[in-house]
């Protein structure tokens, strides 16, 4: 079973530029998350999809991010413009299970950016 | 609100020596479920351990062993034997909660170093 892939592993770009990460997850797993990580702090949940539709988004920073999961398969958040602190490593996750809480999540290897 | 405290941010230990990882919640919800995940250089999260709050026997895995103590809401990991593979980011989390959606609450990670 292939895990859960992520791309691009690194982006750089400049500040007010956008860019796009992707997360494909197990095939099957109706959950996917997104998480985010700066600066060696914690990892932050930012949503939560159940299938295509968003089931919780309350750790979206603010509205320069826009996440999709059209058709409930692959995933792609959008930051534009990016900003300095938006810096850091972005994980994505998926977990099949119908009792979600009791999920064990499969991460991916992350996607980090880098905005100068 | 839900917190996750991992007071250590680096450790480093020679190898064979043991090496515990503290890890200290907050949550008002009775029913929870605390894991560790372990980051190695290549990035991605490795699933270790699920516990439900429910279980507090302590769990053994070869060099891995988990201590989950409600009494002080703290649900420690420590490495027997320590190896140079074992070096990588340890982050313990949790979810809960009357509607869990598997959301994980992450700590800071602990940073592990075993020198060889």
């Known amino acids: 079973e292939a895990g859960v892939t992520q791309f691009p592993s690194h982006s750089v770009i400049e500040k007010g530029q956008t860019v796009t990460l992707r997360c494909d997850p197990i095939?099957?797993?109706?959950?996917l998350y997104w998480y985010r990580r700066v600066m060696g702090k914690e990892i932050k949940f930012l949503l939560h999809?159940?299938?295509?539709?968003?089931?919780?988004e309350s750790g979206m920073p603010n509205n320069r991010f826009l996440a999709e999961r059209t058709g409930g398969t692959y995933s792609t958040l959008k930051v534009q413009p990016a900003e300095l602190e938006d810096s850091g490593v972005y994980f994505c996750?998926?977990?099949?299970?119908?009792?979600?809480?009791?999920?064990?999540?499969?991460f991916g290897a992350g996607s980090r950016l880098t905005v100068l | 609100a839900q917190k996750v405290t991992q007071a250590q941010t680096e450790i480093s230990v020679v190898e064979k020596e043991d090496v515990t990882l503290d890890c200290v919640y907050e949550?008002?919800?009775?029913?929870?479920?605390l894991f560790w995940y372990k980051q190695p250089p290549s990035g991605e999260l490795v699933f270790l351990i699920r516990?439900?709050?429910?279980?507090?026997q302590n769990e053994i895995s070869g060099r891995y062993s988990w201590n989950f103590q409600k009494s002080t809401s703290s649900f420690n990991f420590t490495i027997t034997a320590s190896q140079v593979v074992d070096s990588a980011v340890y982050f313990c989390?949790?979810?809960?909660?009357?509607?869990?959606?598997?959301?994980?609450?992450f700590g800071q990670g602990t940073t592990l170093q075993v020198k060889p």
């Open positions: 996750a998926s977990s099949h299970r119908q009792v979600p809480g009791a999920n064990v999540l499969t």
């Open positions: 095939s099957g797993h109706d959950n």
């Open positions: 999809f159940v299938k295509e539709s968003k089931q919780d």
């Open positions: 949550t008002r919800d009775t029913t929870y479920y």
């Open positions: 516990r439900n709050s429910f279980d507090e």
């Open positions: 989390a949790l979810s809960g909660g009357s509607s869990n959606t598997g959301k994980l609450i």
